[in-house]
C-alpha cells in the first residue's frame, strides 16, 4: 500500500474441517492506509516500529475469523458442543526482504479472551510481477498452542459427557499454501484472488470435531486508491 485511502470491498470463502458443517461466508468493507509509520489493513491496523527496504518490524492488532456455530452442523455429536468465536489478536510481526523473497515471523495473543491463546506462524511471500498483474506465492506453518487449539478444535470433559466423543486438548501445528493474484488494469484498481490450502497434522488431524485432514480458505477484494 502507499500513503492515500484505499477503499472497497473484500469477501471469503472458508471451507471448513469440522464434520458435516456448512461452508462458512463473509463480507466485510475493506480500508487501507498506509503512511510508513502507522497502517490500517482491512482487517489489520498497526504501528511500524522499523520499517526501510529489508527490514519491517510491526506491532500489529488483526481479525481471526475462525468459529465454530453447533447449529451450521448437520453432525449430532458436534450439535452438543458450544459455540467458538472469532477475535482480535494482538502481537508482533517481522519480514525480511532478500532477492529471494520475503520471510516473516509472527507471534500473537488472543486480546479478547476467547481462547486465551497464542498463534505463531513462519512464512515466505514471492513476486512475480508482470504489468498488469502480480502473483505472491506463499507458504507457511502456524504454531497453535495448547489453549488456541484446544479451543477451536477440542473437546471438553463435559462436552464429552454430552455428545459422546471423546476428549481432546493438545496444541498443534498446520503447515499452508497460499498464491495471491492482484490483477491492477488501471493504477488505482486492484482485484484481489487468494485460495489458501492448511494442513491438520498430529493431533489436529485427529481432533474429533474434524472429519478431513486440510482445509480450503478462498479471499478475494475489489479496491480503488484516492
Same mark, same amino acid.
Do not use: C
Given at each position: ?28 468493507? /475493506?480500508? !487501507? ?37 453447533? !447449529? ?7 450439535? #452438543?458442543?458450544?459455540?467458538? %468465536?472469532? @477475535? ?12 529471494? $523473497? =520475503? ?5 500473537? =495473543? ?10 505463531? @506462524? ?15 506465492? #506463499?507458504? $507457511? ?7 488456541? =487449539?484446544?479451543?477451536?478444535? $477440542? ?9 459422546? +466423543?471423546?476428549?481432546?486438548? %493438545? #496444541? !498443534? ?10 490483477? %491492477?488494469?488501471?493504477?488505482?484498481? %486492484? ?7 492448511? &494442513? +491438520?497434522?498430529? =493431533? ?7 472429519? #478431513?485432514? /486440510? ?5 478475494? $477484494?475489489? @479496491?480503488?486508491? &484516492?
Amino acid at each position: 500500500m502507499a500513503t492515500g485511502i484505499t477503499l472497497g470491498l473484500q469477501g471469503e470463502a472458508n471451507f471448513t474441517p469440522y464434520r458435516q458443517y456448512d461452508t462458512q461466508y463473509s463480507a466485510l468493507p /475493506y480500508i !487501507g492506509y498506509d503512511n510508513s509509520y502507522v497502517y490500517i489493513d482491512g482487517t489489520e491496523a498497526g504501528v511500524y516500529l522499523i520499517n526501510n527496504d529489508t527490514n519491517q518490524l510491526k506491532a500489529r492488532w488483526w481479525y481471526l475469523d475462525n468459529e465454530f456455530d453447533p !447449529g451450521k452442523s448437520s453432525d449430532k455429536a458436534l450439535r #452438543q458442543l458450544r459455540s467458538r %468465536h472469532s @477475535t482480535m489478536m494482538g502481537g508482533l510481526s517481522y519480514q525480511k526482504i532478500t532477492p529471494v $523473497g =520475503a520471510f516473516n515471523s509472527e507471534i500473537s =495473543a488472543d486480546t479478547l479472551n476467547e481462547s486465551r491463546g497464542l498463534l505463531a @506462524t513462519v512464512s515466505w511471500l514471492g513476486q512475480v510481477s508482470s504489468d498488469q498483474v502480480d502473483i505472491y506465492p #506463499q507458504v $507457511g506453518v502456524d504454531w497453535l498452542n495448547k489453549q488456541q =487449539a484446544s479451543y477451536y478444535y $477440542g473437546v471438553t470433559g463435559q462436552e464429552s459427557t454430552r455428545s459422546g +466423543l471423546a476428549v481432546w486438548s %493438545h #496444541q !498443534g501445528v498446520t503447515p499452508w499454501l497460499a498464491i495471491a493474484f492482484d490483477w %491492477h488494469p488501471i493504477k488505482p484498481l %486492484h482485484i484481489v484472488l487468494q485460495p489458501k490450502l492448511t &494442513f +491438520l497434522t498430529g =493431533a489436529l488431524r485427529d481432533s474429533p470435531m474434524t472429519d #478431513q485432514s /486440510y482445509y480450503w480458505v478462498l479471499s478475494s $477484494g475489489v @479496491t480503488w486508491t &484516492f
